[in-house]
């Protein structure tokens, strides 16, 4: 419980690393199987209808799009946590610190998808515009933690902040240009419930049985309303509150006060230290860590699952899946060194402690790891043209494949001879 107040970034980068191998495999199985004899079976199961039935209300949807818009609403209300977490107390709440990864963010998205527009502006594959803006947090932090502690820490939240500001572009690119047959009033309905939310946490409630009932509304009325239920998800996130039911110095004090316990009593102390620790969680914090060990370990690789798993015609990548390849590859690193460059050149920002441009560079090479979202944005994208959907894939995937190497050897070689620096 102490490890969860006080070192949350390295916890999260370990377990961050974990998933991206977990989700690798779940990647690569999905693209073999759907490539072997075994395939039929494999795309038959995407497509199995389930419906949910209460009384005479009904929702049926394929399994491949329950795992699309329900599964991974909670991966974007993890997402949304993370965004407000950062925001209010993290590597996004100071401006001047703020402004390197902010920047960094924007030309990691607004490059790449003038790159894939270039490519394929006017033809029936420009709706895919959104595909390369996209860096997958857990692939890319998986990849840069081979390298142990070589990697300066300055680098690691640097790669991690910047990814969470490309992840709120990838949010409001979604809601805003990815949204078609809109039901107004069911919008309006869901965004009530959304409002009814943020005057929850305004009131300090603490009980998040209330939010994520609150938030079953919410994702049901965004999904009738044409927009990506997973909108909802991550305007819930901004509604849970961050206030604590124990102060810091309250906190302090009953530590200090338990440490100076007898030692006959050392048990009991124990059971009150961790009592007044989990009190001294906020929601934020009691949602995002009972969130992630099942984002990591099991809805991020079921989607991959679904949506890794791409037959290879002879078609080949197009100019669909070009764009996003060279989108990813080429365009995140440039637009990532480029406007970082500029922005430390023009004093609005600085270097990270120990962080040279070699070592941005090869971040940026990591942010082309798109995967999970820029697949999202795919699906999203090309829902009713599966031939140019799975071009799209091959790109992501390719791209992904590719800048992890560069992006790996790059932070290598800028980071060789280091003997490592202890992480707090």
Not at 319 to 348: C, I, N, Q
Request: charged letters at 10%.
């Amino acid at each position: 419980m102490i490890q969860t107040l006080l070192s949350p970034i390295q916890r999260f980068w370990e377990s961050e690393a974990r998933g991206g191998i977990i989700l690798f495999g779940f990647a690569v199985a999905a693209f073999i199987l759907a490539n072997s004899p075994a395939s039929s079976g494999y795309f038959e199961l995407k497509k199995m209808l389930i419906s949910l039935n209460v009384g005479g209300w009904s929702l049926e949807k394929t399994l491949a799009s329950w795992v699309k818009d329900f599964l991974m609403a909670f991966f974007f209300l993890l997402v949304g946590l993370e965004i407000k977490r950062e925001i209010v107390m993290g590597e996004l709440s100071n401006p001047r610190q703020a402004a390197l990864t902010i920047v960094a963010a924007l030309g990691g998205m607004i490059v790449p998808a003038l790159i894939y527009t270039a490519l394929n502006a006017g033809g029936p594959g420009q709706p895919g515009w959104g595909v390369p803006m996209a860096t997958d947090i857990a692939f890319a932090i998986g990849v840069l933690s081979l390298l142990g502690k070589r990697v300066p820490l300055g680098l690691k939240v640097f790669l991690t902040a910047f990814a969470i500001v490309d992840d709120l572009g990838a949010v409001l690119v979604i809601a805003f240009f990815y949204t078609s047959g809109l039901n107004l009033l069911a919008l309006l309905i869901s965004l009530g419930f959304f409002a009814l939310a943020l005057l929850a946490g305004r009131l300090k409630v603490t009980r998040l049985s209330i939010y994520l009932l609150i938030g079953a509304f919410m994702w049901y009325f965004m999904l009738e309303s044409g927009v990506s239920p997973t909108v909802a998800a991550v305007l819930l996130a901004l509604a849970v509150p961050v206030t604590r039911r124990v102060s810091l110095p309250e906190l302090h004090s009953q530590l200090d006060e338990a440490a100076r316990k007898n030692p006959e009593m050392l048990e009991a102390a124990m059971e009150h230290l961790e009592k007044t620790l989990v009190r001294a969680q906020s929601p934020l914090h009691r949602l995002e860590h009972a969130l992630h060990p099942w984002s990591t370990y099991f809805i991020m690789p079921v989607f991959a699952f679904f949506n890794a798993g791409v037959a290879v015609s002879g078609e080949g990548l197009g100019t669909v899946g070009m764009g996003a390849f060279l989108g990813l590859l080429l365009g995140k690193p440039l637009g990532v060194l480029l406007l970082s460059w500029l922005a430390v050149r023009l004093g609005l920002a600085v270097l990270p402690a120990g962080v040279n441009w070699l070592m941005i560079l090869g971040a940026g090479f990591l942010g082309g790891i798109g995967f999970t979202m820029s697949l999202f944005i795919a699906a999203l994208g090309f829902a009713d043209a599966p031939a140019l959907l799975d071009q799209a894939k091959l790109g992501v995937l390719a791209s992904s494949v590719v800048a992890a190497i560069v992006g790996l050897l790059a932070v290598w070689w800028a980071v060789r001879g280091r003997e490592g620096e202890p992480n707090p």
